[in-house]
């Protein structure tokens, strides 16, 4: 069975840190772009931070850029999401996916997981 498995986000305080890591099942995750995403209530899917296989090229959504850093580690066939200087508007469902570049960018990967909740509050 292949799967992502998203863990980390939990309840933070303004200005706090988090860091989310998605785990692959079933299949490597070397040879896959890997995007996270997040949703709130009510609101569109959005495009957080992408990394490309090789780890060379990562791209950041305007809203994060400077606060949040993706890695990954293919050893461990796990990707991560740091999370620095949140706030109450990144409180949302994080989502990691796999898939070609292109389809990560455009929030079509092939793969995804499940979600972990990040909530950003006093």
């Known amino acids: 069975q292949l799967q992502l498995v998203e863990s980390g986000g939990g309840l933070v305080q303004p200005g706090g840190s988090l860091r989310l890591s998605c785990t692959a099942s079933g299949f490597t995750l070397d040879y896959y772009a890997i995007g996270w995403f997040r949703q709130a209530p009510g609101k569109e899917r959005e495009g957080v931070s992408y990394i490309s296989s090789s780890g060379r090229n990562r791209y950041y959504g305007d809203s994060v850029k400077g606060r949040f850093t993706i890695s990954r580690d293919n050893a461990k066939n796990t990707v991560y999401l740091q999370m620095n200087s949140l706030n109450p508007e990144d409180t949302a469902v994080y989502y990691c996916?796999?898939?070609?570049?292109?389809?990560?960018?455009?929030?079509?990967?092939?793969?995804w997981g499940q979600g972990t909740q990040v909530a950003v509050s006093s």
């Open positions: 996916a796999a898939g070609g570049f292109t389809e990560v960018v455009a929030g079509l990967p092939r793969y």
